[in-house]
């Protein structure tokens, strides 16, 4: 038998549940070896993982993969912001308090 094959094969690339980016793809399939001797098992299927999604014909009937949110107070910058603050608001009212006994002893 001889034939030859072409599929496209689309890549689309989803970020916070939105499509970020897509590409196509040809596969080209040509015509196999024969072999004398057949295969005595079968080949062994290997699952994709679990956080991609392929998809040959453009809809797979599954949602893309939920994307996890790191909140800003789970970063070492929001640590550093609230020490800044704290030293900040204290040199404030250390100030505001020699202020006060500043003007009482006048």
């Known amino acids: 038998m001889n034939w030859n094959l072409i599929l496209p094969i689309s890549i689309k690339v989803y970020y916070g549940g939105i499509l970020a980016d897509e ?11 024969s072999i004398t ?9 290997i699952a994709p993982p679990s956080d ?6 453009g809809t797979t009937g ?10 800003f107070r789970d970063t070492s910058g929001y640590v550093t912001l609230l020490a800044i603050t704290v030293i900040i608001l204290l040199g404030l009212i ?7 006994i500043i003007a009482l002893k006048k």
């Open 23 to 33: 590409a196509t793809q040809e596969l080209s399939v040509e015509d196999c070896i």
């Open 37 to 45: 001797t057949p295969v005595t098992s079968p080949p062994a299927e």
């Open 52 to 57: 991609i999604i392929l998809s040959v014909s």
């Open 62 to 71: 599954k949602t893309p993969p939920v994307v996890s949110e790191i909140l």
């Open 94 to 100: 250390i100030f505001l308090a020699g202020a006060i």
